[in-house]
């Protein structure tokens, strides 16, 4: 069952240093969302990709945040310098070709960043 | 913009009782409406979906009708178990932004034997 693969499941980071979160998407799709959860608080967007472009990064922080999904391999999410306050759950979605608005989206289990 | 608005929780309810949860929405268009439920520890799944006015998406014994006429999506389910303890999330993909999809902050739900 390939679904929307995340890891790590869990990572822990001091202050300052970088983060790098990958997502492999489900069989045969190629759009990829990144999207955050802060403790008690719902889903908040950051990015939307496809194979080798971003297409809205509207949600994703100005600094130390980006986003990249390579035309071979995961995307992956980076956070560089990172703080207390980048502390949170970072789910990975996919859909399928071309985005279609009915479409819903497949969730991976997320990854848990803990900053100390 | 796009956006969702959720009742808000938590929202405690004995088994066999009776839910709802209210939702409305902002958008330009026709947009197409979704219920997530995320379970402890889990990523968001899929529980129903309605892409036109008047649709009524329906699993597990829940229910949500798309009402163009008052933005509402709410969900209910008629008796309800323990095992339906989660995260449920209203969400909505407009037809002006290309599958990116916008979400309600999720209601949490616990039911009690």
């Known amino acids: 069952n390939a679904g929307v693969m995340q890891n790590p499941r869990h990572l822990v980071r001091r202050r300052g240093q970088e983060a790098r979160l990958r997502c492999s998407p489900m069989?045969?799709?190629?759009?990829v969302y990144w999207y955050r959860q802060l403790p008690e608080e719902g889903l908040k967007f950051m990015v939307y990709?496809?194979?080798?472009?971003?297409?809205?990064e509207s949600g994703m922080p100005k600094e130390r945040f980006s986003a990249e999904f390579p035309k071979e391999g995961p995307s992956i999410l980076r956070i560089q310098q990172v703080v207390r306050g980048d502390s949170a759950a970072y789910f990975c979605?996919?859909?399928?070709?071309?985005?279609?608005?009915?479409?819903?989206?497949?969730f991976g289990n997320g990854t848990r960043l803990t900053v100390t | 913009g796009d956006s969702v608005t959720q009742m808000e929780g938590p929202v405690t309810l004995s088994e066999e009782a009776f839910l709802t949860i209210n939702c409305t929405y902002t958008?330009?268009?026709?947009?197409?409406l979704f219920w997530y439920v995320q379970y402890p520890g889990e990523g968001l799944q899929l529980l129903l979906k309605a892409t036109k006015a008047d649709d009524k998406g329906s699993n597990k014994g829940f229910e949500a009708t798309y009402r163009k006429e008052t933005t509402s999506f709410h969900l209910e389910k008629g008796s309800v178990q323990v095992s339906d303890s989660a995260v449920y999330f209203c969400a909505l993909t407009g037809n002006t932004n290309a599958g990116k999809s916008t979400f309600g902050d999720g209601t949490t739900l616990t039911v009690k034997p």
């Open positions: 990709l496809q194979k080798e472009n971003i297409i809205d």
């Open positions: 979605a996919s859909s399928p070709p071309p985005g279609q608005t009915n479409s819903p989206l497949h």
């Open positions: 958008a330009t268009g026709y947009p197409s």
């Open positions: 069989k045969g799709h190629s759009h």
